[in-house]
Each structure stands twice: as C-alpha cells, then as structure tokens.
C-alpha cells in the first residue's frame, strides 16, 4: 500500500508564480505515493485563488486537488499550522511544504521525501549551502548569504549540530513526528521555521538535509531581515535557556519524558559526585528517592550496602534492596539504626511537607546519632533567578531550579532553617554549580563556565551556587541526654 503524501504549498499573492509551481511537480510521484496536492491561499488580493481555481479544472495531471482559502491573513506560520492539521486530520504519512511563489524547486520533491521513506527521518529539508558557492551562483544577494552563515554557526553552536543552514523553506515532515510537536503554539509569521526547528532538536528528533539549487528570481520577498535576524537569535536562544531550567515556553517542551526522569550526574562538579566523594568504602548507605538506581549502583563498585526508596520506578530499578514508597505518605518501616549514610539528594523540593518529613526522619534516627545526611536542594537565590525576578520572569519549566514538579524552593537560609529547627546540626555548607556540561556538552566553554562558577562561588555561595549541598547529623535526642545525665549521675554517686 502506497504511503500518503500532502504537498502543501502556502500561497499569497502569487498569481505570477503559482500555475508554473503547480506545472513542475513530477507525476512520477504517483508512482510512489498516494499524492494529494493542497493549495491553501492566505486571502491574496490579487487573482491567485482564482488562477489556482482555473488551473484545478483545467489541468489533466493525475494528483487529488484541494484548494484553502483562509478568509483572514493568517500569515506564512499560520498558513502552515492549518496544513499540517489538515494533513494529521487526513491521516498523511508526510507533507511536503513548497512556496507559491517557485523559489524552491519542485522537482526536487521526491528526493527530500526519500530519506523519511528509506532512513525514517522524521524531518528533511533542502539546503542550498550544502554545494559551495551554490547559493551565490544562484543568485542568492550577498548580505542574505553572509546573514544566513551566520546565523546558521549561531545556531549550530547552540544545538551542537553541524548543519549547512537552518533557513531554507523547502521542507519535508513525518506526520507522526509532527503530531508530537506543538507546532500550534508557534508564531504564525516567518519565526515558526525556526522555532519548529529548535522543537524537532529539541525533542532528539532524527533530521536531514538534501542539497537543493538556489533559485531567486522577481519573487516578492515578506521578510524583514533585521527583524528575521533577531527573532532567529531570541528564540534559539529561549530554547537553549529552556534546556538550562533557566527559562520555559511550553512550545519548547519536547523532550522525551522517560522513565524517572533521571540524570546522573558523577562526571562533573553535582550532588552526586560530591556524595560519591563523601561516602567511604564498605558502608551501609539509605538512598532516599533513588530513582532508578544509578547512583545506588557506583556506590556498589565501592563495596558500600545500599537500600533505596522511591516511588514508581520500581520496573526499571538497578538496586537489590529496594522500597517502593511514596515520601509524601511519611517513611517506610525499616532498621534506621544501622546506616552510616543517608542520601537525599534533590528530593525535599519534591515533597509536599518537608517540616513533617524532617521531624519524622529524626524520629527515626533518635538511636543512630553517628549517621551522616548528604542532603541537596535547588537555590532559589541563584543570581539568574534574581535577576529574572528583577525583569518579573518566574517561569516554571520542565528541569532545573523552577522545574514544574517542585513544590518547595528554599536559599541558603530558608534550608539551613528548615535543618536546624528539626533538631539536626549542620556539619558542612556547599555550594553546587550549574550543570553546564547537560547544558552545551562536555567541551572545553562548560569546562570553563564550570570553572569560573566555581571561583565565584567561593566569593558567594548564597549568589552563584545553583544548588545547595548539607551534610547534617541529627542531634541527640532529649531522651538520650536525659538518660546520659541519669547514668553518669549514678556512676558518680
């Protein structure tokens, strides 16, 4: 059975160009796919529908033809959100975009929609910086080439990708692929190409480009150059600071939701590293919310006993000695007494009491007074925070200090409070920095920004730490002392 395709070509005003557009796609294509042809026309004033209309007919090629026409201007975004929904609605395999207006060249369809068939690429476009020089020859002017290599090593910096440009309109989608992005959400002017490109990124979707001519001719060109440049540069720059918790637009939030939804974190300055330094050889370690275990596991290479609690990851759990528990339901039943270490590394914010879980914890701990709290929480003092209050920004996103699941955020003080009211001492104060190798890979500039958070922490831990790290005790209950008092009374008498 032939696979659907849509070839949507967004139209606007082209009663020059459009009957030429519609007369180069291939027949051939037939040969392949179950084509239907969709014009959908932006409320042109001048006679486009009408020669579309006439050309519908009146032509003998053997495609399906439907022709849109949107009563108010949607704009070249909203144009192509009514036709991808066209083609979720009508279940296409791919859709084909292709301009009214003939500057990308039809005949190059079937080998853009290649590679979604034989590769499963779920998004191709065709690029015309792919054969040198190519682009110029064709007429491209200079100062659009010059502005497109630019903000295409702009972009590719971002993402760490390493495509030829990130501007041309001649595109090509998986359906399945598309019904997974919130392409509803984007601009509906010329940003939507680069925000739904930074969503395909994002979301880790498999890309590819095809070398395609460059053609400009007596088109009539809608862009705004200056104006192009800086949304190009605002928006990847949004998306990038999305992945860094630092900002959040639910348009960009894409990333595929795993099981646990969990990092670790032990190549670099974290949480984890510092309690996989901490923790010695060949002790008895409570992991609480240890997720799926991966921390739980190297502490194991080093000879050390763990049990871990968590809730709902149980299917995918690394440790041996597990307790499914729900935290906010208070802590499960078990012997306390015998852990050298306990580790609640990025939980408390999770928790919907903290004062109740800490005051329950030194519940049951008032026999072991010899363990060690490695405890971790975000900072809500970061200087990036402070200074998004300062222009009224307070974003929830998906990961980070203001990830959405949150439910408590706490400073150096606030925690230290929350510690030290619930009858615990506070051994050590550390400050974490900003995990900037998730961010932009490990390189030499995270090495870097990594190193100068570092130094600036030292300078100021309530300011540049992204998270704060405590190594707390308990204190010895008032029973205990009681009974201390008592004895040594006796012993004395």
Known sequence: MKKKLLILIVVYNHEKFIEKVLNRIDEKLINKFDVEVLINDDSSTDNTFEIIKSYIDNNNKPFK???????????????????????????????????GDGQYAPEYLEKLVEPLVSENADYVWGSRMINKNGALKGGMPLYKFIGNKILTFYQNFLFSTNFSEFHSGYRVYSVNALKKIPFNLNANDHSFDNEIIAQFLIAKKKIKEIAIPTYYGDEIS?????????QVFLINLKAKLQQLGIFYDRKFDCYEKKLGNYILKDKFESTHKKALNIVKNNSKVLDIGCNTGELGTLLIEKECEVTGIDYNVRQNQKLKDYVEHNLDNGLPEMNYDKFDYILILDVIEHLKDPENFFIELKKKLNNNSKVEILISTPNIAFFIMRLMLLFGKFNYGSRGILDKTHTRLFTFSSFSNLVKQSDFSILRTSGISAPYQLAIGKNFLSKFFETINLLL?????????????????????????????????????
Not at 222 to 230: C, E, Q, S, T
Not at 476 to 491: F, M
Request: positive net charge; glycine residues 6%.
């Open 65 to 99: 033809y439907t022709i849109l026409s949107n009563p108010v201007n949607q704009g070249y975004g909203g144009n192509q959100k009514i036709g991808f929904q066209y083609a979720i609605k009508n279940n296409f395999d791919y859709v084909a975009l292709v301009h």
């Open 222 to 230: 809608y862009v705004n150059g200056l104006k192009y440049a800086y």
């Open 457 to 493: 922490i030292k300078i100021s831990k309530r300011l540049f730490s992204f998270q704060i790290f405590l190594v707390i005790k308990p204190n010895i209950s008032l029973d205990k002392l009681l009974e201390q008092a008592e004895t040594n009374a006796k012993d004395k008498i």
